[in-house]
Each structure stands twice: as structure tokens, then as C-alpha cells.
């Protein structure tokens, strides 16, 4: 299967796109160095678009993601494409991007992500592949996920599923969700600090995260 590349058009400056400056206008050495003006990534924002704390230095080893259990439903050798959403199914249109970093935050080029998750009803596909899928992040380690919102099903609260692993490194298994979700505040696996920073957008929603992986350069 092809993969999908379609992007969201852009409004405005983001924080990709400033990512992508600093990393072209700085050389590496000066970026991980702090020199340079460090990125405004993801994981520094909360979802009303508040700054969370002061935008931690490049190299001060930021703390990694932390995992979270499989569950039931992963399939393994799903289709490589970043568009899940299956035509004519119901659903909130979500986008999910962000960066795979290391500890030091250094960006992963070719990093896999693989997402699974349930459907607008809140079903998983045990027999196909609809919503599952994988991709590898780009030369700048930024990923893009084009999805529908997860539905709920009994005993847990909105989330996604997806493995992250850098090039020959171990496999992260963990779950990402949603402010502001009810079952939030019940739901024993549920963890803030997997907590996406989401935007409601024209009937959309555009979710960010930046994944940190348990290793340097
Ligand atoms: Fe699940």
C-alpha cells in the first residue's frame, strides 16, 4: 500500500515549521548547546495554548515518554500509511503531529510510529487494518498522523495506541490522550504526561505530541 502524504494546509507559522528554522539556521553543535533558541515543541504547550513551564533548554535531558501497556488489540504488520481514516465512516476528523526526540533532544529521522485505535464507535478492527498504521518520521523527525477521534468503549477513556522506535533501538509501546475527557479522572491507566495538546479547529481537531526516547544521540 502507497503511503499517504496529503498534509493539512497550513494557516500560519507553526511550530514544525519553526522547528525546521532553527534546526536550518543553527548548526547542530549550537543547537544542542542551547546557543541557539530552543524549539517550541509540543509537549511545552497546554491545550488552551498556555505555556506549561519555560521552554526547557535543548541539553538539559528531558524526561523520557513513558510507556504504557499493549493492550488486547495491537496487530502487528500493519499497512505503512500516515491517512487511517476509512471513507465514508463516521467520525471527528483528527491530525496528530509532532517529533520523535532523544533525551537530548536531538530529532530521529526514520523513526517508526505504529498507531492503532478504535473507531468512532469505539470498535477495533481484529480481523483487518482499518485504523492501523505505520509510518517513519521525516529527516527533521517530525510525524503526521490524519485520523478520526477514537470512540470510547467500556472501561477506558479516550486514546490512542502506537509504538515508537528509532533505528535500532527498543520499541516503546504506549497511549496518548485527549484534555478534557470525562473518564479521564477513572480511568486507572490514563496518565497526564501522555496528555496531547489539542485544538479544536472548524469542526477538526489537531492534536500535537512530542515523543522523548529513553536514549541519548
Ligand atoms: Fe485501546
Known sequence: MT?????PPQDGPTRKALFKAA???APTAALLSGAAAAPALARDRAADGTTLEPTPRCDDGDDPTPPQMEGPYFTPHSP???????PGDPGVPLTVSGYVLTRDCRPVAGALLDFWQADDGGVYDN??????GHQYTTADGAFHLTTVVPGLYPGR????HVKV?????PVLTTQLYFPGEPRNGTDWIFDPRLL??????????????DFVLNHTG
Open 23 to 25: 534546526l536550518a539556521a
Open 3 to 7: 503511503e499517504n502524504t496529503d498534509r
Open 165 to 169: 522506535q528509532a533505528p535500532a533501538r
Open 127 to 132: 480481523t483487518g487494518y482499518d485504523y492501523r
Open 196 to 209: 496531547m495538546n489539542v485544538r479544536d479547529h472548524w469542526g477538526r481537531r489537531a492534536a500535537e505530541f
Open 80 to 86: 505503512h500509511r500516515r491517512d487511517l481514516v476509512v
Open 157 to 160: 477513556t479516550r486514546h490512542l
